[in-house]
């Protein structure tokens, strides 16, 4: 039994390296906390400081209202919670899933009697519990749900609520990393045609951490373009100018031994959309490209 607390009570699907961070977190803070595991060796060490471990799902889930699942992928969870009664839980799925999956997973939770939010963890392991380590998770689905539970879902890191659309939490997650991976990918490139020569990259990472911390606010302007639609506004350094300057990267590109294959792309587009007129623009008319088909 747990010992009698004003906390509310906590169901932890799910204990690998997220999942075990999230039950101490909960553990730390005093919340009496059931968990249960596919592998129930994990359990154990959580069971040693405080934790109620469970012999299965079903059982888990019975003990408490707020259910949170930390799974591997949106399979693990239909294995883990098929058969299992949902009726009058409050499920909160941290699993890293996409939009379609998270709306197929609200309409399959709430045909079994089980309100349901969404979560995208933007955090590694480490930083949850610590308030200072800037990690949080979104959340989307229904904003009652979300209220009442909001007090117990910021005790492992920080929560930002998206929308009543179960889908938008994994669709601000996967766009965020979209984001980063485009950064990454650009630093790379930036470390490829420094590689060659005598430059210490870690006498050029503060250049570079510099200069995309400076770029990064362009973003707000981006926004701006995109809600007014009129994407010359505020413009600085148009998309003509930038064109014309595009030779010289896959030049330099060329002249150091780098394969140009991950900024291609992006001038191909800028290129495209300079021959279609937006040549006054700023860049945000290649997002205009990059839709393919009507959402
Ligand atoms: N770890 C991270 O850095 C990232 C940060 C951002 C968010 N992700 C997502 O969080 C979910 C869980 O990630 P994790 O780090 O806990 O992942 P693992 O350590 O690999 O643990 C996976 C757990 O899932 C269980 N599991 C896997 N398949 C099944 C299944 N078919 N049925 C039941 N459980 C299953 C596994 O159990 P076991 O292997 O211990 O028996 C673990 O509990 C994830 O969506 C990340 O994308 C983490």
Redo the contacts with the bound molecule.
């Keep these: 039994t747990h010992p009698v607390t004003d906390k509310t009570p906590v169901t932890l699907l ?7 961070a999230l039950a101490r977190a909960w553990l730390a803070a005093g919340h009496p906390l059931t968990v249960w ?3 129930p060796t ?1 359990a154990r060490a959580l069971a040693a400081d405080g934790a109620r471990t469970a012999g299965s799902a079903a059982e888990a889930v019975a003990a408490h209202t707020l259910v949170v699942v ?4 949106d ?2 969870v239909e ?2 919670l098929t058969g299992v009664d949902l009726t009058g839980k409050d499920l909160v799925n ?4 996409t939009p379609a999956q998270a709306r197929t997973r609200a309409e399959w939770a709430a045909a079994r009697g089980a309100r349901y939010l969404d979560g995208g ?5 480490p930083m949850i519990g610590v308030p200072d380590a800037g990690g949080y998770v979104l959340y989307s689905g229904a904003p009652d749900l979300f209220e009442q539970h909001r007090a117990t879902l910021a005790v492992p890191a920080g929560t930002a609520y998206v929308g009543e659309n179960p889908g938008h939490a994994a669709l601000h997650d996967v766009a965020l990393l979209s984001a980063m991976y485009g950064m990454f990918a650009g630093a790379a490139h930036a470390f490829a045609l420094i590689r060659r020569e005598d430059i210490d990259p870690t006498a050029f990472a503060p250049l570079l951490a510099d200069w995309l911390t400076a770029m990064v606010p362009a973003v707000h302007l981006t926004a701006e373009q995109l809600r007014s639609g009129d994407y010359t506004k505020g413009v600085t350094s148009t998309l003509a100018m930038q064109t014309a300057g595009t030779p010289a990267f896959l030049a330099t590109a060329e002249e150091q031994g780098v394969s140009p294959e991950l900024l291609s792309p992006y001038f191909a587009l800028m290129r495209r959309r300079l021959a279609e007129g937006g040549g006054e623009e700023d860049l945000t008319g290649v997002i205009d490209l990059l839709l393919r088909r009507p959402a």
Excluded: E, Q, Y
């Design positions: 799910g204990l690998g390296a997220m999942g075990t595991n596919r592998t994990r930390c799974l591997l992928d399979a693990s294995d883990t941290l699993t890293t899933g963890i933007m955090a590694v392991p």
